[in-house]
């Protein structure tokens, strides 16, 4: 970073690389190689279909949060996020992975939110808060703001100040990661 600003931009992974981890590597290494913004509308299905095969555990973990976010932000199938997020939830639960919670139960706030339905979206937030205290104070997930609450501010109303320091901060803290 330089200035004021902390910024960056993502590049994408070398797609060499990404065939040597995918053909050569762990399930993690390949579930690593997923990117939500980088996925093709219909790579997401075919990938998904390969991923629930898998056994629960950090892999199977990271590639649902991945493919949940990619059905929600590149194929606008909110249903089928829904869906993969559930997924995402109860896999992680039997894992004991407090991360793939927190993450599932934001995803589920934000589908829940833009579907409509606030209340559950609140219930959702309210349980990932949860699991976030269970992180530690150092931890990436409790930096960081989800989508849903800026849904519910938009949709709802209520008071932007908290949402806006935490993006200030999150711009030119580079301890707020």
Same mark, same amino acid.
């Given at each position: 970073s330089a200035g004021g600003l902390r910024y960056g931009r993502w590049l994408g992974f070398d797609p060499d690389?990404?065939?040597v981890a995918r053909a050569k590597g762990t399930r993690m290494d390949y579930a690593r190689t997923l990117t939500?913004?980088?996925l093709a509308p219909d790579e997401v299905e075919r990938q998904l279909d390969f991923v629930r095969a898998w056994k629960p555990g950090a892999p199977k973990i990271q590639a649902l949060h991945v493919l949940g976010h990619a059905l929600l932000y590149r194929c606008g199938a909110f249903r089928a996020a829904e869906?993969?997020?559930g997924e995402l939830l109860a896999t992680s639960e039997? *894992?004991? *992975?407090?991360f793939g919670q927190a993450n599932a139960l934001v995803l589920l706030a934000e589908l829940a939110a833009v579907l409509g339905d606030f209340e559950a979206a609140r219930a959702h937030l309210a349980n990932a808060r949860r699991s976030f205290a269970h992180l530690g104070p150092d931890h990436r997930l409790r930096s960081t703001t989800s989508n849903a609450e800026e849904y519910l501010l938009l949709f709802v109303g209520g008071d932007w100040r908290p949402l806006a320091e935490a993006y200030g901060r999150l711009a030119t803290d580079p301890s707020f990661a």
């Open positions: 690389a990404v065939a939500w913004f980088n869906e993969v997020a039997r *894992s004991g *992975s407090i």
